[in-house]
């Protein structure tokens, strides 16, 4: 089946650093995308969403960049600190077929200070 | 706002016992959760969509008769483990989608999940 996945099983940066996890998606029909973090032994966090009639959306210290092109998605984390250090999955879903999530296999993103 | 809550957070059960997990959402209503099944180091992986006053949808491998889903109310859905083995050790997290319904992918929002460990 179809299904999402990020490029990179893990990165590693420095407090401070601006971090880029990527995800490229396969299902050209999805429409709603969205970052989670999830910190080990507990249930993923919303981070920010993105719906496909956009290709940008900024909240506080993060992005969500949307290329429908080429079907792929990233989260930037600006001045990155050791509280992100989490696993990152990115989740899609087509609105019409019903909202269950597709997820994909998750970065660790590590940060050292 | 937009919580949910799962409960066990943990549980330990003996092989061929059954388990109940719990899911709620506390500071709103909604009609459709899902259950999600987590292994160390992997995704998340749906298992079925739960349904308020229906029966649930599951996916394609996940035994409906193994794992009971009963969404008796509008912030209540529970999952219940039948004749636990050890292979069904994992990570079982709920999620829900708040009422009113806007435009489908609304956000669904996370439980703490349980993590079940049968000997």
């Known amino acids: 089946g179809e299904s999402v996945g990020l490029h990179l099983p893990t990165l590693s940066v420095q407090e401070g650093d601006n971090s880029i996890i990527n995800c490229a998606y396969s299902n050209s029909a999805s429409d709603y995308f969205i970052w989670y973090k999830q910190e080990s032994g507990k249930g993923p966090q919303f981070i920010i969403d993105i719906r496909s009639n956009m290709d940008k959306r900024q909240g506080q210290r993060v992005t969500v960049l949307l290329n429908k092109t080429v079907k792929h998605l990233s989260l930037q984390i600006a001045a990155t600190q050791p509280g992100d250090s989490a696993v990152y999955f990115c989740?899609?879903?087509?609105?019409?077929?019903?909202?269950?999530?597709?997820f994909g296999k998750g970065t660790t993103l590590s940060v050292s200070s | 706002g937009a919580v949910v809550s799962q409960h066990p957070s943990r549980v330990i059960c003996k092989s061929g016992t059954s388990v109940k997990i719990e899911c709620r959402s506390l500071?709103?209503?909604?009609?459709?959760m899902f259950w999600y099944r987590q292994f160390p180091k992997q995704s998340l992986m749906l298992m079925a969509t739960?349904?308020?006053?229906?029966?649930?949808?599951?996916e394609q491998g996940v035994e409906k008769d193994k794992f009971l889903i009963n969404h008796a109310s509008l912030t209540l859905s529970t999952l219940t483990v039948t004749s636990a083995h050890p292979e069904d050790s994992s990570f079982y997290i709920c999620s829900a989608i708040p009422l009113p319904r806007g435009l489908a992918g609304e956000t669904q929002y996370f439980g703490p999940g349980t993590r079940l460990l049968v000997l």
């Open positions: 989740a899609e879903t087509e609105g019409q077929a019903g909202t269950a999530l597709i």
């Open positions: 739960s349904n308020e006053g229906s029966k649930a949808t599951y």
């Open positions: 500071d709103f209503q909604a009609t459709t």
